[in-house]
Structures are given as C-alpha cells and as structure tokens.
C-alpha cells in the first residue's frame, strides 16, 4: 500500500515530481521497514503505471541509488541532526535519505530535492518535521562534498554483518574490492546463441571474453532489436558460465532444477538438450514458459517441488541452481543487503543440501551435476560441496578450466570450483557473484 497524502493541501500547486517521489518514498520503507523485495514492490505498486516511463526510470534510480550509498546518506544525515529521530519519524528519516540522494548522487535540482521533501513530510502526516527536513537538506545543498575513495565508499556502504564475513572469506582487499563493485548501476548483459559477434554490432554492445554481450545504455529492453523475435535473452554474464559447465548437451536429457526465470534452461535448449525444466511456484514456472516462447525454445516443464520430484529414468545431467541468499546479485538488487541476515545463510544451506542430494539421485552413473548458487558465502558453495563429497562416496569433483569460462582465471578457486566475484571483470564494468562446482556420479 502507498504512502497517501493526509488531507488536502492549500495554496500553491504541488511541486513537480512529487508523485514520483512519493512511490520512491514508499518502495524505499517498504524493502528497509516492511521488509519487502524491491524489484517485487517496483512491478506491482499500485500506483508505478501511473507515471510516464521518464518518471518510472526516475524512481528506479532513485531507490536504487539510495540502497547502494545508504551508508554513506545515513552518515551525512547524522552529521546534520542534533539528536537521532525518534522511532515514530521513520518515514522522516527516509525523506532525508532520499532527498540526500538526490543532492548529493544524482545531481538533481536541490531546490527541487527539498521541495518535494518538505511536501513528502506533510503528506504522510509527519508534518511538524518540515522545518527540520527544509534545513537539513538545505544544508546538504550548500555544503560542498568532500570527495569519498570508492574503496572507503564500499566499506561504508556494506552492512557491517557483510562486510566481517567477506573479509573472512576473501580478505581486506577483495573484500573492499567487491563493495566497490556493488556502488555503480550495472550494465546490461545479454546471451546470444547465434551469431554473437553480429548482434553485438547491431545493438552497439561490447563482446566479452566469456562471450556475453553487454550494453553499457540499454534503454528499453523490450524496444532493443531482436527482442521480438527472441534473438537473445538478459542473463549476467556470470549466470551464462555454469550451463557450459555441462560441456556438449546436444541430444543429452538435461533436468534444470529450479529453473525460473529460465536463462540456464534456454541455454541448455539452444545446445540442442532435451530439457526437463522444474520450477516448484506457479508464477514462476509460468514466467518460465512465457520466456521460452519468446525464444522460440522448446523444454518440458514441471511444476514440482525439485527436492520431491525424480525424473522416470536417471538422466545424463543435472543442472542444480539452488535458491540461496544471493548476496553475489548486490550490485543488481541492492535491496539484499538489508533484507537478508547471517541467520538466513545456514537456512538456506540445508534448503541446497537436500536438494543436491535429490539431484544425485537422478543422475546415471557417469554423468554430470552442476551445483550452482549466487552468493559470495562460502557455506552455500565452497563449504557445501565439501560437506557432499564427504558424505558421498559415489561423487567426485571435475575441475573447471579457465578455457571453459572464456579465459577467466581469476575466476578458478583452488579446488577447481567456479567462484565469480562482482570485481572480476573490473574493466569491463563487473559481474555477479556466482559459484558452480561440477561432480560427477561414480559407477
């Protein structure tokens, strides 16, 4: 539900934009007070349809903007205020985020900025902190912005619980490398199954070396060329690797555990697999076949639940993408960060170990699991497969080459699992987080 103005307003029109803003003022408590998925929230508010698509791309950035520097505002909304706010305000306390957003990131009119907040404070029935929301931000408007290192800058913006396990995992530096990755608006990336280098030259996009092609400025996605006639699909480049890790699918019978939105499953049906797609939510696997129609791809799908469900015979490949906390996805949905918390690691974990353990029993003897998840925690990749392989004596572990992922070495961990990280790619513009081990089932 939408943030409604309290009463009607007298005298002057309301500022421009403040319709906009207030739908950013509502996705915005909604992910940090109510707990709710962003790009969810963002595709079914009530109100989103309302705006012209330039006021649409407003709000998404201004959200967005805000999740990933919220470290950064809160320190400077600290800065301006005498004492915290009380715990009633915390639609005020998002006002100012959102206002310093705008001032500080986004380099909109600060007149502007303060207006419509002033007038965002009212409408949600706090309106005895407008002086207070006029001065703060008319502060941050004049005071000149000491310029922040984009290292110093990552650290800040990565929640504390994050930051501490990553420096574990990885050390000081990566770890300060991929905060730095999460700060900037990723670039659109696209898998093309034929004629790759072509469709890169008619888009205007970049052919990377693991043979996505990414577009820098995008626009529209469903007004880019090929769109219509199913030529490509969206799918980080990160995500396009683990399928690979198959090797030659053509003519092979490949099951795709929880497959939606259907990247993997698309690829897998492009290599000619004879796909078996499981996706256990209606919604989703309906998204599913809505996808693989544009494509113009062919695959069963089964709506099941993947820890349950056993293919009528073993089959020669299994593809496992397990649900997990995706803290590798960051730069793209900055909302993780706040929605999720440590406990949710070990949850989610025994959620893949079960299901890996389900895929074991569909595969024949001799062929290939790939279990892959998209977080950076080492209990959900890494640590999981070991705990497998030791309680599983008909498994082993095939190594990854970096030949097999376009070249991408830094990307090969030393026990030869895949393990992607969003400042790989740097000078490219990143990638997500990703981690696929390939296992083989033993006679």
């Not at 907040?117 to 902190?129: Q, W």
């Not at 309906?286 to 073993?314: G, I, K, Q």
């Not at 299994?318 to 949850?347: F, S």
């Amino acid at each position: 539900m939408g943030l409604k103005p309290q009463g009607k307003r007298t005298g002057r029109s309301a500022p421009a934009g403040l319709p906009a803003r207030g739908i950013a003022l509502d996705l915005l408590s909604g992910v940090l007070r109510r707990h709710r998925p962003l790009d969810e929230s963002f595709e079914s508010h009530s109100d989103i349809g309302d705006l012209d698509p330039r006021d649409r791309a407003f709000v998404r950035s201004l959200v967005w903007t805000t999740l990933r520097r919220l470290g950064e505002i809160d320190g400077i909304v600290a800065g301006c205020l005498d004492r915290p706010l009380p715990r009633k305000a915390g639609a005020v306390e998002d006002v100012l985020r959102l206002g310093v957003a705008q001032i500080r990131f986004l380099e909109s009119s600060p007149h502007a900025a303060v207006d419509t907040a002033v007038e965002l404070v009212r409408s949600t029935g706090l309106g005895g902190f407008k002086g207070l929301v006029n001065a703060v931000l008319r502060r941050v408007a004049r005071e000149e912005a000491a310029p922040c290192d984009p290292l110093e800058a990552g650290r800040l913006n990565t929640p504390d619980w994050l930051w501490a396990r990553w420096v574990s995992t990885y050390g000081e530096a990566t770890a300060s490398a991929i905060a730095a990755a999460h700060l900037n608006e990723p670039p659109l990336d696209l898998t093309v199954p034929n004629d790759v280098g072509g469709w890169a030259e008619r888009l205007g996009g970049t052919l990377l070396p693991t043979g996505t092609v990414r577009l820098s400025d995008a626009g529209a996605i469903p007004a880019l060329p090929g769109y219509d006639e199913g030529a490509w699909w969206v799918q980080d480049a990160a995500a396009a690797l683990p399928a690979r890790l198959l090797g030659d699918v053509g003519g092979k019978r490949v099951v795709d555990l929880c497959a939606a939105p259907g990247g993997k499953t698309a690829q897998l049906a492009a290599a000619g697999a004879q796909v078996v797609a499981v996706e256990r939510t209606p919604r989703r696997a309906e998204r599913l076949r809505t996808n693989l129609a544009r494509l113009r791809l062919e695959a069963e799908v089964v709506e099941a639940d993947a820890a349950d469900w056993r293919p009528d015979a073993p089959v020669e490949a299994v593809l496992l993408d397990a649900p997990c906390t995706a803290t590798g996805t960051i730069r793209r949905h900055p909302d993780i960060a706040y929605l999720k918390k440590a406990a949710d690691i070990e949850t989610t974990a025994r959620v893949q170990a079960r299901l890996l353990r389900a895929a074991r029993s569909m595969v024949a003897p001799g062929g290939l699991i790939v279990f892959v998840t998209c977080s950076l925690e080492a209990e959900e990749g890494e640590r999981l497969v070991e705990k497998q392989l030791a309680e599983a004596p008909d498994l082993e572990r095939v190594p990854v080459t970096a030949a097999e992922v376009g070249g991408l070495a830094e990307a090969i961990g030393p026990r030869g699992d895949l393990r992607t990280l969003p400042c790989h790619l740097a000078d490219f513009g990143g990638m997500d987080g990703f981690f696929a081990a390939r296992l083989r089932r033993l006679p």
